[in-house]
């Protein structure tokens, strides 16, 4: 016993000092008023009302009504001082709490654990990360707005004191009951986290409270059912567990929670709980760490108290204390001022009363702690208690700013930890051949669909191993995600051995990306990691977390984060490679890219009315800004009449959208390479032009449309028979041959020979009678036959290998009907003047169908999100996805108008701004942007100055082509208007 004094004495002398500087953190501001009120209300008090504001019970919002009425008889009885709210609804919980306030003598003071949202206890409210994720995160300031927005929902719902930030260093991964809700294992990084999560909670005028004290981090026991043991020196105790709460009481912190604990070097007798001794709670606590904020206790119903037995004397027991009342004794006069949950109300305010009558307890003792709860009551303004408001509760509870602030703290967490080869950011797609295969009891799903979004990717499932491996022989990069429970953060997170059998296997035969969507301990039960690429570390199974880890995979943001707790033997705490974005674009909130998400959604009422008003049949949407995709939804369905609703990967025939898709791309390369130049004659690229009237005209020129060619030529119409006017049999059959060999429709092939006429025509046409801007779609034909006549191969091959394969534009293609099902592909037209069938799956354009499918114009299938990344390409100067496709001075050149002094807007091949009043954008865009319409209701626009890419995907020729309303209507206009009037910064 005297060399327990005395230890105490040596660190009394280390830290007394500390004690000396901190100041009361429950006085206002006004700190005469707040006396006056707070001596009033004690005077106006009973002894045992007294004695009931040092008491909160626990309230369920969903409670049913008899334990509801005796909640309300034990408040009113006993004049209890508070409520800590658990489980129900957010709308419940505040008609209940302005039910309860109103009966009150005393406004209640009301608490919750709230550590990582409202969402810990309540449905229909948000939940943050855990703590292990934003453990994770170098910036602090994410977490200290994660506080104040914590804060904010606690306060309008009417909570003042959240039991949150949990500052348990979190030593020991077999940890039962912390865990996931400590930022980690390093003192440093924890305190940093817990004081900058306090002030950001108490900015919010939410009182905060600092838990489990001495320290809850190194057990493997919950106290919720036992007394744990922290078998650790004062040494040890002083410099870390206690490390934390020295800094934040230093900063103002308003609460501490007293943890049932058995510390044996801080207490002397053996098995005493931590929370009823009077040498952890008012030695060390109040005196020596000098904190003047309320102390609570730990709930004391939980077994860590409530099942405690004096201990022994000469070898006998003298049991459990005879009643609970005798513990809630015990723990105020250890010190405690709050008593939190305790078994039985009624009996402790007795036994306290009775110690107070006896002298047991003083007044002094008994003012200190009612004044403590009655300061903190005016503190957060119940000495004017308003009711809690119940209009847009819900929304309030859930807001967009919350959502931007939750991908923000993801992107910041991720965190790589192995990167063999640097595979991380995925680059070359065109090189891989990818699966992902799903480990863990949860779903997976979003991250397989948003994997999906970047390359091909399959999913492989199969019930035995052999069976797996056989079906992962195509695939050389596999993706592996650990998938469990997100539902709260004491979920099993452990690899099964089935699981690590498995992932060791797929590793010895492929490049592996292992994705844990848990927290880190998980990866301890690796046994070797040698044959694993790289591992990912996405902490939580929350949908937001699986999309920023395939986000992340692919390079739309860097890596950032750090392990928060080291995973055995591979790796340590403080670990995490950083990376790059190499530019692919990311899917986000508008908000996050200077919009409103209010504003945009404005879109959807025009949308779904082109598609009620039979304008098109359906409809893909989307919008794009600062490298994001922000707004991306579909409309309507493939038909009128149909049942097939239009998803993210069905195809649209892109119509003239071809042009800057395929063509443009492949000529901007061919200009880089010095092949041809914009002031390339056709003379020069086709010598059969040097005897044409167009053998003078440049690339230049005839991609400007400012070339006196024709608009159009119906090329099929001369092949249909004079007097049935259908295919006719001199140019067409059936079934294919040799001679009959260019597919125009699956039962519909036209004669081999025919594929010279069309470039004949062209050549040998009449020039328009003057100089003027025309639009013309055969500069198209002819560059095809140049890009295919250089390349030797045909233009659907060519941009597959330029562009669309390590694009990751794997839903981009001419021809889909040989390659995709029919299911996924729009159809465009029930012809009944050429074809005679519903154009499904093959090019919707007369002259691209008479080319196999595949023209300069005309022929690409595609869906928004891939005609997005081509766009963002084109608006990245030519880079994307960590390649140079082209140089930002070709962009240049071919975003240029070169014309507009003779009243021609047009770019090289791009369409610009209108001059004047009417033209194919709202008037309200940049100079500088560009795009491109096309027959069958397309639009794609990109905006340099303001970053955005703009895709609408429509096939408003079905049935028929007829009149273009949605044109005369302005609908794809009128949706880009209101794009940028959603436009905040």
């Not at 959604?601 to 949308?607: N, T």
């Amino acid at each position: 016993m005297r060399h327990f004094v005395l230890s105490f004495l040596s660190f009394f002398t280390v830290i007394f000092a500390f004690g000396q500087i901190s100041s009361n953190p429950l006085l206002h501001e006004d700190v005469e008023g707040q006396q006056k009120w707070v001596d009033s209300v004690y005077n106006s008090l009973t002894l045992k009302e007294k004695v009931g504001q040092l008491y909160m019970i626990m309230i369920f919002s969903n409670q049913d009504k008899k334990t509801k009425n005796a909640n309300i008889k034990l408040i009113q009885d006993h004049k209890l001082g508070g409520v800590i709210y658990s489980l129900g609804g957010p709308v419940k919980q505040a008609k209940l709490n302005n039910e309860l306030q109103a009966m009150s003598k005393v406004p209640l003071l009301v608490g919750m654990d709230a550590e990582w949202g409202l969402g810990m206890r309540l449905d229909s409210t948000y939940s943050f990360p855990w703590n292990m994720t934003l453990g994770a995160i170098k910036d602090n300031n994410l977490i200290k707005q994660t506080g104040k927005y914590i804060g904010e929902h606690c306060k309008r719902l009417g909570v003042h004191f959240n039991f949150a930030p949990v500052t348990d260093i979190n030593t020991n991964p077999k940890n039962p009951i912390i865990g996931n809700r400590s930022f980690g294992e390093d003192r440093d990084n924890v305190t940093a986290k817990a004081l900058v999560l306090m002030e950001g909670m108490q900015d919010a005028g939410v009182l905060a409270n600092a838990k489990h004290f001495p320290g809850h981090g190194d057990t493997d026991q919950d106290s919720h059912k036992t007394l744990p043991s922290v078998s650790f020196s004062e040494k040890r105790i002083d410099s870390i567990e206690l490390y934390p709460y020295k800094k934040l009481i230093k900063e103002g912190l308003s609460s501490v929670m007293v943890a049932h604990l058995n510390v044996p070097s801080l207490e002397a007798r053996s098995g005493y709980p931590s929370s009823l001794s009077k040498h952890i709670v008012t030695d060390i606590l109040k005196e020596r760490l000098g904190f003047k904020g309320l102390i609570f206790t730990d709930a004391l119903n939980m077994k860590g108290v409530a099942d405690y037995i004096e201990p022994a004397i000469d070898g006998n027991t003298s049991g459990k204390f005879a009643t609970s009342g005798e513990i809630d004794l015990a723990a105020f006069k250890a010190g405690n001022d709050v008593l939190l949950i305790s078994e039985d109300v009624p009996a402790g305010i007795s036994k306290i009363s009775e110690a107070y009558e006896k002298g047991e307890i003083t007044e002094e003792r008994l003012a200190h702690s009612v004044k403590k709860v009655l300061q903190a009551k005016y503190k957060v303004g119940l000495n004017n208690y308003k009711p809690i408001g119940l209009y847009n509760l819900h929304e309030d509870l859930n807001r967009i700013e919350d959502d931007v602030l939750y991908e923000d703290l993801i992107e910041n967490a991720i965190t790589i930890v192995k990167n063999k080869n640097d595979l991380l950011p995925i680059r070359q797609l065109e090189t891989k051949t990818m699966a992902y295969v799903k480990l863990g009891d949860d779903s997976g799903f979003t991250f397989f669909n948003e994997l999906k979004k970047y390359t091909k990717v399959h999913a492989i499932e199969a019930e035995k191993l052999d069976e797996l491996m056989n079906k992962l022989q195509p695939y050389n990069t596999v993706v592996i995600g650990l998938h469990r429970s997100n539902e709260s953060p004491w979920k099993p997170h452990k690899f099964t051995d089935k699981e690590l059998v498995w992932l060791h296997e797929i590793a010895r035969t492929h490049a592996v990306i292992l994705d844990v969507f848990v927290k880190p301990y998980a990866l301890s039960d690796l046994k070797t990691i040698e044959n694993i690429e790289s591992i990912v570390v996405s902490y939580q199974n929350s949908e937001i977390a699986q999309q920023k880890s395939a986000q992340l995979i692919f390079g739309a943001f860097a890596a950032k984060g750090t392990l928060p707790v080291s995973t055995g033997e591979f790796f340590k705490q403080g670990h995490g490679i950083n990376n790059f974005s190499i530019k692919r674009l990311g899917y986000s909130s508008p908000e996050r890219v200077g919009m409103n998400s209010l504003k945009l959604s404005k879109i959807d009422s025009v949308a779904q009315m082109a598609v009620d008003s039979m304008m098109t049949p359906g409809i893909q949407l989307l919008v794009a800004r600062r490298g994001k995709v922000i707004y991306n939804k579909n409309f309507g369905k493939h038909t009128y009449k149909g049942k097939e609703k239009v998803a993210f990967d069905d195809v649209y025939d892109v119509a003239s959208l071809t042009k800057i898709l395929a063509t443009l791309p492949v000529l901007m390369q061919m200009v880089e390479q010095g092949i041809v130049s914009l002031n390339s004659k056709l003379s020069e690229i086709l010598p059969e032009y040097k005897k044409s009237n167009k053998k003078d005209i440049t690339i230049k020129q005839m991609l400007s449309h400012y070339a006196r060619l024709r608009p159009w030529e119906p090329f099929y119409y001369k092949t249909l028979d004079s007097v049935t006017k259908r295919p006719s049999s001199k140019y067409y059959r059936k079934v294919k041959s040799d001679k009959f060999n260019i597919e125009v429709t699956k039962d519909l092939f036209l004669r081999s020979d025919y594929k010279d006429s069309i470039p004949e025509i062209i050549k040998d046409s009449e020039l328009l009678d003057r100089l003027r801007y025309r639009y013309s779609d055969f500069p198209y034909y002819i560059l095809k036959k140049f890009i295919e006549k250089h390349y030797d191969k045909g233009l659907d091959e060519i941009v597959q290998n330029h562009f669309y394969e390590s694009l990751g534009a794997n839903y981009t293609l001419y021809n889909p009907y040989h390659k995709i099902s029919n299911k996924k592909i729009v159809p465009t037209e029930i012809d009944d003047y050429y074809r005679y069938e519903e154009v499904h799956g093959f090019v919707h354009d007369m002259g691209a169908a008479m080319q196999n499918g595949v023209g300069g114009h005309a022929g690409v299938f595609s869906n928004a999100n891939d005609v997005a990344k081509i766009m963002q390409m084109y608006l990245q100067k030519g880079f994307y996805g960590g390649k140079r496709y082209l140089k930002p001075e070709t962009i240049d050149m071919f975003n240029t108008c070169y014309f507009c002094e003779k009243d021609n807007r047009r770019g090289v091949g791009f369409d610009k701004p209108q001059l004047g009043e009417e033209g194919p954008t709202c008037g309200c865009i940049s100079m500088t942007s560009f795009g491109h319409s096309g027959f069958t209701g397309t639009y794609a626009w990109a905006d340099p100055e303001e970053e955005i890419i703009y895709v609408f995907l429509a096939n408003r020729t079905y049935p028929k082509a007829g009149k273009n309303i949605l044109l005369k209507k302005n609908i794809r206009t009128d949706i880009q208007r209101l794009i940028y009037e959603a436009i905040e910064e």
